[in-house]
């Protein structure tokens, strides 16, 4: 499969890590024991998150305090909301969450439905990487720019590693691009990525718009797994043209 075959498989079919991208991998009675036997997944369970996913967007913001009360962020991947439980609180979504500090904003988009959750304005059904629907998301910004772009989305698993981690960089220069195009001065940008060839030349271009880039394993991702999730922080703005 060439290149650009792989590019439209990216753009035709992603979602989130939880679970139907893992039941779907060939190894569905694997992947339920490894579920059964998680204690991230019973204790996403006893906590009410929907993914076990909640622990590893929380264990960044522990360690680099990246959402605030009264942020606007956009969010590619969305479903099945465990992102979105975490974010809402912590930027205030809607004023939902506090009295006393500032309204956030929290748009979630998503290939796979989503259940809705206060004060968070949820797209299922839409294709982040189609221009209608980033039209869609731009039209419904409250304010001009967004503070951060979060992304989780993934394709569906092959299991040819080489096509899978080539498909996912893709699905990541489209939230990039978007990033750039619609994020404030000293906006922040936090996305998720496979090991694989393309990486450092994804990173370079993270190093040329923000100031710091960091990679980042939560704990909560599994040390078998080729995933990681790239942070770069305070956007310099589009001082050169956008990474092809």
């Not at 949820?122 to 980033?134: N, R, Y």
């Amino acid at each position: 499969m060439n290149a650009m075959k792989v590019r439209a498989a990216a753009l035709r079919a992603f979602h989130t890590s939880a679970g139907p991208l893992a039941a779907q991998s060939g190894s569905s009675n694997r992947w339920r024991h490894r579920q059964a036997t998680d204690p991230f997944v019973a204790q996403a369970h006893a906590q009410g998150y929907r993914a076990r996913s909640a622990f590893k967007l929380l264990d960044i913001q522990s360690r680099f305090r990246l959402l605030k009360p009264g942020q606007l962020v956009i969010e590619c991947g969305c479903a099945p909301g465990a992102w979105s439980q975490v974010a809402a609180p912590l930027i205030n979504a809607g004023g939902h969450y506090a009295s006393d500090r500032p309204n956030g904003q929290l748009i979630g988009c998503d290939l796979l439905p989503v259940s809705p959750l206060p004060g968070v304005t949820f797209l299922a059904g839409a294709d982040f990487t189609h221009d209608t629907v980033q039209t869609q998301i731009r039209d419904m910004m409250s304010s001009p720019a967004a503070d951060v772009v979060l992304s989780d989305m993934a394709p569906n698993a092959s299991g040819h590693g080489f096509h899978d981690h080539e498909a996912l960089i893709q699905l990541a220069y489209a939230a990039l691009k978007f990033g750039l195009a619609h994020g404030r001065v000293g906006s922040h940008f936090l996305c998720k990525i496979w090991s694989g060839a393309r990486e450092e030349a994804f990173i370079a271009n993270l190093q040329r718009f923000y100031r710091v880039v960091h990679t980042v394993k939560p704990k909560s991702s599994r040390s078998d797994s080729a995933e990681k999730f790239l942070l770069a922080l305070d956007c310099l703005g589009i001082k050169r043209k956008a990474p092809a």
